[in-house]
């Protein structure tokens, strides 16, 4: 049987080859520009590919000029998909979602985000509070990761470090050690100074700041509830990493002001008990309890 295509359809069918052939040309000026591919590569791939009708990427991987993180790396600038290789990362190997997106931790991580989408931040809600029970069952972790998958979206994303007693934030992002939180809740800084992260360029990070003699007190002043509130008119989404339940009651506070906090909790290290104290304590703050995650 004879099949005919229209004009229309004749043009649809030659964009796409088109559309197919740009996309391969940007894949390989991605690879050379990352020092992937030399001009002399360029060629033999072009020839493979033209020999057996393989996409740009799978014949610079046939003839070993590449890698499978070499490619992905390409795929996510073509995509506009920020992420790290981890040999180049500067940050911390802590930031799953960055430096190793395409991983079982990275892709659970996702669910997290996804259900928070579902159940949280699609009624108007822009703040969240992330803790735990104790200093070792990843509450930093699990904030910092969120907030690098946030990015990803394209969501305008704050990271506050409200955990003035043991702050993380600033060694995972690199950061260094200056002024952040504490500072502006004590009026020692005169304006609110956030760090851009590359290169997720939606996504800023307030640290700590100095270590304060007095967080509850800092936190429990109206300034902060105000710096929440006109925050939320900048930032899509902003997430408060608080420090543990075991060591002080400013995770209270913070969970008040925010609305609702989501656990972090570690497989074979947290204990029910605890958990359970930390369930009720912010229910006592009238905030929600978002969920909990547990990590390995």
């Not at 600033?170 to 260094?176: A, E, P, R, S, T």
């Not at 504490?182 to 997720?200: C, G, M, N, W, Y």
């Not at 300034?223 to 209270?252: C, H, K, N, R, V």
């Not at 204990?271 to 009720?280: F, N, V």
């Amino acid at each position: 049987m004879n099949s005919f295509t229209s004009p229309n359809e004749q043009n649809s069918i030659v964009e796409a080859a088109a559309t197919s052939i740009r996309a391969d040309a940007n894949i390989g000026k991605l690879l050379q520009d990352a020092g992937k591919l030399k001009p002399q590569d360029m060629e033999r791939v072009l020839k493979l590919q033209q020999e057996q009708n393989l996409r740009f990427g799978d014949a610079a991987l046939k003839l070993g000029l590449v890698t499978e993180a070499d490619i992905r790396q390409a795929l996510s600038h073509q995509f506009d998909y920020p992420t790290i290789p981890a040999s180049e990362a500067s940050l911390s190997p802590e930031l799953t979602a960055a430096t190793d997106p395409y991983s079982k931790e990275a892709e659970a991580l996702r669910s997290v985000r996804s259900e928070l989408l579902m159940r949280w931040f699609n009624d108007g809600r822009r703040t969240l509070a992330i803790g735990s029970a104790r200093a070792d069952e990843g509450s930093s972790y699990l904030a910092a990761n969120l907030a690098v998958l946030f990015a990803q979206m394209g969501r305008k994303v704050l990271l506050i470090d409200a955990n003035m007693r043991q702050p993380r934030q600033q060694d995972i992002f690199n950061l260094g050690k200056g002024t952040g939180l504490s500072d502006l809740l004590a009026e020692r800084v005169p304006a609110l100074q956030v760090h851009t992260i590359k290169p997720f360029q939606t996504l800023s990070v307030l640290p700590a700041g100095s270590p304060p003699p007095n967080p509850a007190e800092l936190l429990a002043r109206p300034s902060f509830g105000a710096l929440l509130s006109g925050l939320e008119t900048s930032y899509d989404i902003i997430l408060l990493d608080t420090a543990p339940s075991q060591l002080s009651s400013d995770f209270q506070l913070i969970a008040a002001r925010a609305g609702g906090m989501l656990i972090a909790t570690r497989r074979n290290v947290s204990r029910l008990a605890p958990l359970a104290e930390l369930k009720d304590k912010i229910s006592f703050t009238g905030a929600q309890v978002v969920g909990a995650v547990v990590l390995d």
